[in-house]
């Protein structure tokens, strides 16, 4: 007859499979936590493209296990619940683009890639971790290879604010994707005559960068299959999606970047 302790006991089998059930979800819980960004996915040839909004000009994106921070500044608390980048993408010299502070706090062991401005105004422990790129130049990281396109002001009263050749926008490619990330410019002709473009982030906000008329008119020029407004303080973004129409083929996408 058996006791009372050992009627109550699950078979030794259901016991080690509920103990390899346990750690396994713990592992894909570790994983996720380790590892994962919340965001919009857009599908790639290599996996997922995650598009994570931060703040204003501030973004992470990942992508085949890498993780990439995109004009990271604000301090490290900000990233504090964010995986650690892989690589780091500066476009200007500006505060919101450039805070040499936050860089330290985040960088961990990630290359820093950036203009040649950008390099000049960083302290020398960070000189040496950094690449510069200037408009036009093209170099490869993680799988991705990045293109430099200048961004700048073309209006009158707005050059003192990005000259050319300071500033980059960058051209990403990856898993078959083309990611535009324009940083701190206007309508310019290399913005206007890029092809192909599955993603774009246009800034826009006066009196720096685009109106929403001049972000808008470049969308419905070349024809991102997907436009994410950022860098767009106190724009009414309503406007621009109804002037970028319906008509374009192009979705926009307006996110929690504020």
């Known amino acids: 007859m058996m006791s009372s302790t050992s009627a109550a006991s699950p078979p030794l089998a259901l016991i080690l499979f509920a103990g390899s059930v346990f ?6 819980s570790t994983s996720n936590a380790q590892g994962g960004l919340t965001g919009d996915r857009i599908a790639t040839a290599s996996g997922d493209l995650v598009v994570h909004p931060v703040n204003h000009a501030t973004m992470v ?11 990271p500044v604000g301090g490290a608390q900000r990233f504090a619940a964010l995986p650690k980048p892989d690589l780091i993408l500066v476009t200007d010299i500006h505060g919101d683009h450039l805070d040499a502070a936050t860089l330290s706090a985040v960088r961990g062991e990630a290359p820093i890639v950036a203009p040649p401005a950008v390099l000049a ?3 020398s422990e960070l000189q040496g971790k950094a690449a510069g790129l200037s408009n036009g130049e093209t170099t490869v990281r993680l799988g991705i290879t990045i293109e430099a396109v200048p961004a700048y002001n073309t209006t009158a009263d707005r050059t003192r604010f990005h000259a050319k050749g300071r500033g980059n926008g960058y051209l990403l490619s990856l898993g078959g994707k083309r990611v535009y990330i324009s940083g701190d410019t206007e309508d310019v002709p290399e913005m206007r005559s890029l092809k192909n473009i599955d993603v774009a982030f246009l800034c826009m906000n006066l009196p720096y960068t685009m109106t929403p008329e001049q972000a808008a008119g470049a969308v419905r020029e070349f024809r991102p299959k997907v436009v994410y407004p950022y860098h767009s303080r106190g724009t009414d973004l309503e406007k621009f999606r109804s002037l970028v ?12 970047w504020y």
């Open 23 to 28: 750690l396994a979800a713990a592992a894909v």
């Open 61 to 71: 994106l990942g992508w085949n296990k890498h993780v990439v921070y995109v004009d």
């Open 121 to 123: 105004q960083l302290p």
């Open 245 to 256: 129409g319906a008509d374009a083929g192009v979705e926009v996408r307006i996110r929690n």
